[in-house]
């Protein structure tokens, strides 16, 4: 089980984090892989390079298809949007990792995230970003939209999306 640390807009410097501990997608500026205290940082804005570095959610599902094990593992997070959800459930729920529906979503969404909005996909790409987009990611859009995400509980809100992610990967949307 993860134990689940949400502080929103805050960076985290990896060296002040426990043993056991991830960082996704901000929480830590900068890729960071030290086996050793076992401390990770999943991050694709700072110290490194977007158009070599995966997006977060993409990082997470190599490390769990290349065997990481997150069980006992804190989670640090500083913000939800499509990558974090994704990145969150992978760690939450690492089995997803060998759905192949979820590694097409991961993937999809990863070059999204890591490119802009206008990276070209193909049609049915396209249709699954959509879907993922407008299903999982309502509530998301939907605070974005209506200017309230900065009063959202992050922990409700990841967790919501995080349900609808998993109802997608069984069907219950298309």
């Known amino acids: 089980m993860l134990n689940i640390v949400i502080e929103r807009g805050k960076v985290w410097n990896i060296e002040d984090l426990p043993n056991k501990s ?3 997608d901000g929480a830590v500026m900068g890729p960071f892989i030290d086996n050793h205290n076992k401390k990770y940082s999943f991050d694709h804005h700072g110290n490194c390079i977007r158009h070599i570095s995966s997006a977060t959610c993409v990082q997470v599902l190599d490390a769990l298809l290349l065997g990481f094990n997150p069980d006992g593992y804190n989670l640090y997070i500083n913000d939800v949007d499509h990558d974090t959800v994704i990145a969150a459930a ?9 759905n192949i529906q979820a590694q097409e979503i991961t993937r999809i969404v990863g070059l999204v995230d890591a490119h802009g909005p206008s990276y070209p996909l193909e049609n049915s790409k396209q249709k699954l970003f959509d879907i993922f987009n407008h299903c999982v990611m309502d509530s998301f859009n939907e605070s974005k939209r209506n200017k309230s995400y900065s009063e959202y509980n992050l922990e409700e809100l990841l967790f919501d999306c995080i349900n609808k992610f998993k109802l997608m990967l069984e069907g219950k949307y298309n």
């Open 22 to 24: 991830i960082a996704i």
């Open 90 to 98: 992978l760690l939450l729920n690492p089995e997803l990792a060998k």
